[in-house]
């Protein structure tokens, strides 16, 4: 839907998941296998906008909200439920692209990720994260287009599974080459 130059989309989802595959972490360090847990639930909502508020400037935004829950293995109850792991309540990402002269661009992105559950032997919440990415592009012909970028460019310290952080800032350049038949 569209509204004063606004696109709008909302989603709502549910997935009622039998035998999820999970790791259970492990303790005092040791790996363990996956393990299948049982009638989870993954339910939430997505919305996202869209704006041009010029011509040469692209705006988007969007939010998931996801209440993930399944029996806790961890005990014996079968009404207790707990929180599956690696998949936080919240996430946001924003994202402003911008066409420049002499067929040059521009893209900044923002990611938000909230505190979500690892299991290690034991629950550890993980810390929420948010990321900033920035890229320029030109292009120089129909198939050949040069990139230069940043991600994580305020280097921030966060970790998607305990245990493994993800990379520090890091600067990247490159090429995009458009091949015919490809």
Same mark, same amino acid.
């Given at each position: 839907a569209e509204l004063f130059g606004?696109?709008?989309?909302?989603?709502?989802?549910?997935?009622?998941?039998?035998?999820?595959?999970?790791?259970?972490?492990?303790?005092?360090?040791? $790996?363990?296998?996956? #393990? !299948?847990?049982?009638?989870a639930v993954l339910q939430g909502? @997505?919305?996202a906008f869209a704006?041009?508020?010029?011509?040469?400037?692209?705006?988007?935004?969007?939010?998931?909200?996801?209440?993930?829950?399944?029996?806790?293995?961890?005990?014996?109850?079968?009404?207790?439920?707990?929180?599956?792991?690696?998949? $936080?309540?919240?996430? #946001? !990402?924003?994202?402003?692209?911008a066409v420049l002269p002499? @067929?040059?661009?521009?893209?900044?992105?923002?990611?938000?990720?909230?505190?979500?559950?690892?299991?290690?032997?034991?629950s550890v919440t993980l810390d929420d994260a948010f990321v900033l990415n920035l890229q320029a592009s030109r292009e120089f012909a129909r198939w050949l287009t040069l990139v230069a970028g940043a991600d994580n460019l305020l280097d921030e310290d966060y970790e998607e599974a305990l245990g493994m952080p993800q990379p520090g800032r890091w600067v990247y350049v490159g090429a995009r080459v458009l091949v015919d038949g490809f």
């Open positions: 606004v696109g709008a989309d909302v989603a709502l989802f549910r997935a009622d998941v039998d035998d999820l595959i999970e790791s259970s972490g492990g303790r005092n360090g040791e $790996p363990s296998p996956a #393990v !299948n847990v049982t009638d909502v @997505e919305v704006w041009r508020p010029i011509e040469r400037l692209g705006l988007r935004l969007n939010y998931t909200f996801l209440d993930a829950t399944a029996d806790n293995r961890f005990t014996a109850d079968p009404g207790d439920t707990a929180r599956v792991q690696h998949r $936080p309540k919240h996430r #946001v !990402n924003a994202i402003a692209e002499y @067929e040059a661009g521009a893209r900044l992105e923002l990611q938000y990720t909230g505190e979500q559950v690892d299991r290690f032997g034991t």
